[in-house]
């Protein structure tokens, strides 16, 4: 059984099981921000992961990039590990605009997260889970 | 023929040369602070990487992993592809400590670069390289 670190169940929505990450999105709609939780208990560091876990890993890196390219045509895209405060492994892939509010600088510590209302989180996971496609394990 | 970008030259030391990625010190004593470069022109974000090159990129992030916590001994490692400054795809792996300028928060924009002394740079760079070991193409 793979737990959740409470952090990440708080702070974020489920959208998908991949093959190796459960998918979430960060429930701030300050940017589209995706985030990869791969389901091995006890994995901080990425070094943690076996080999071929990393490289499923990045595939999903890329598959979630793709995605949120597609869905929220960012200007750049951001990618950060840094699990400085939840001690779980977690990608965060983020969609970032020129005109956003932590431009150009990062997204972590940028502020208070505004929470999505039900309906438009519901319609961008929807969206997400549309473009991730064959894509997905569940 | 590859291009370092300007900035990362500027602001950056070479340590060696991976299978696929220049292999960077960020020249700030802050933190112990790595960076990969994959040597491909043109290249923005991580999706622009054939997917051989991201698998490749994956194993020489690892690498950097273990050659930092080796030599810097860092509480925990973060590692982030941002790239809203710079537009050429690069790779910072960033030794951290609870005690840093920075913690809990992410490195990027805390604050101004402090340069190494020439001896110093030199030395940690040494460590590096030996870290590394046979994992460097060069």
Known sequence: MFDLHP???????PVTELR????????????????????????TELTDLAAEDQVQLMGEISDACRALREVARPDKLNIGMLGNLVPQL???VVGRFRQDRA??????GSGPAV?????????????IRASMGGEHAS
């Not at 952090?7 to 929505?13: E, N, V």
């Not at 990450?21 to 960060?26: F, K």
Request: no cysteine; aromatic share 12%; proline share 8%.
């Open 115 to 127: 929470s999505y209302e039900a309906v438009s989180a519901g319609q961008f996971i929807d969206r």
């Open 90 to 92: 977690h990608v965060h």
């Open 7 to 13: 952090r990440l169940a708080a702070d974020a929505l």
């Open 20 to 43: 190796l990450s459960r998918l979430l999105l960060m429930n701030d709609r300050s940017f589209p921000w995706l985030i990869l939780v791969p389901r091995r208990n006890g994995v």
């Open 103 to 108: 431009w150009p600088g990062p997204v972590w």
